[in-house]
């Protein structure tokens, strides 16, 4: 009987793995997340980042709710077997937007002089991208 690639990976007591989504044209980090081994899984098997969100309790296939999704082109895992690292395109109603804030990256607060400064400008309204206001990060 073969191994299952999944049982290469460190899941944590929750089972859980953390997982950035990473931009494959430009390199940009787009997004940090959870998943399970069955959101693992359907990645794999669809070609579109699933999530698994914390806060919902659920499987989250990005852009369920916006439009945006994720193609993925590459899972990679890192040294330690405990993180994921997926290389996607960013595709949907609004393409080049991963943030559930409408921005193209979560990651765009900078440290600056003892404060966070916003350096990425939103590119489309949250309230139009989703059916409803999202009451916690879609990530989570």
Same mark, same amino acid.
């Given at each position: 009987?073969?191994?299952?690639? *999944?049982?290469?990976? =460190? %899941?944590?007591?929750?089972?859980?793995?953390? /997982?950035?989504?990473?931009?494959?044209?430009?390199?940009?980090?787009?997004?940090?997340? %959870?998943?399970?081994?069955?959101?693992?899984?359907? $990645?794999?098997? *669809?070609?579109?980042? /699933? @999530? @698994? #969100?914390?806060?919902?309790?659920? *499987? %989250? !296939?990005?852009?369920?709710?916006?439009?945006? &999704? &994720? $193609?993925?082109?590459?899972?990679?895992?890192?040294?330690?077997?405990?993180?994921?690292? *997926?290389? /996607? $395109?960013?595709?949907?109603?609004?393409?080049?937007?991963?943030? !559930? +804030?409408?921005?193209? #990256?979560?990651?765009? #607060? /900078?440290?600056?002089?003892?404060? %966070?400064?916003? +350096?990425?400008?939103?590119?489309?309204?949250?309230? =139009?991208?989703?059916?409803? $206001?999202?009451?916690?990060?879609? !990530?989570?």
């Amino acid at each position: 009987m073969t191994k299952n690639w *999944l049982d290469d990976i =460190s %899941w944590d007591d929750k089972g859980l793995v953390p /997982v950035i989504a990473q931009e494959a044209a430009s390199g940009d980090v787009l997004m940090f997340a %959870w998943m399970n081994r069955e959101a693992l899984q359907k $990645t794999a098997e *669809l070609g579109q980042a /699933v @999530y @698994y #969100s914390r806060s919902r309790g659920r *499987l %989250w !296939h990005k852009g369920e709710e916006s439009g945006n &999704q &994720q $193609t993925v082109h590459e899972i990679r895992l890192d040294c330690d077997n405990d993180v994921i690292l *997926l290389k /996607v $395109t960013q595709l949907g109603h609004e393409p080049g937007i991963a943030c !559930h +804030t409408g921005r193209h #990256s979560c990651f765009f #607060s /900078v440290y600056k002089d003892g404060q %966070w400064v916003v +350096t990425e400008p939103v590119l489309k309204d949250p309230k =139009s991208m989703y059916k409803q $206001t999202p009451g916690k990060h879609d !990530h989570e």
